[in-house]
């Protein structure tokens, strides 16, 4: 891959963060509130109890899915940090198995994958990571993965990988 390419790719990856990982970490927090007290909050910001609906047992499944899926993705992350891309793309995929939605494991294996010359994954984990935050309404987080998996496709066009 060549330096300017690769120079892109920081500078994207720096402000996807931004614009997925705030909006992702406020999605989290609202889950976990919602699943805590078997509450749901609508997007006017109305919350509804709905206790009748949920056994003790389902929330604790859920929320130790959760957790779990977040210990493989700050164990990526970790290792990413580290340098150690292969092992961390492989701790983003064992929390993407666990939760399906995990946006920000997605981004970050998008990521590592790109830089790691396999562009045309790097694109398909972008636009899945676009689609999830699409369902959240995190427009803006939307776009800027899309631009992402733009800006690599780009590449590919350029001859860069």
Known sequence: MKSKTKKRLYFIFGLCSVAIVCPTIFYSVAKAQENSG???V????????INGLCSPS??????GTMAKAEEFFQRGR??????QSQEAIAEYTKAIQIDP????????RSNLLALGGQPQKAIEDAQKAAAILESREELEG????REHAEMIRQGIEDGEW
């Open 38 to 40: 078997c509450l749901t």
């Open 42 to 49: 609508e997007p006017s910001g109305q919350v509804t109890i």
């Open 58 to 63: 389902s929330q604790g499944q859920e929320l």
């Open 78 to 83: 970790e290792l990413d940090r580290k340098g």
């Open 101 to 108: 939605n995990y946006a920000q494991a997605y981004f970050y």
């Open 142 to 145: 939307a776009a800027a993965m």
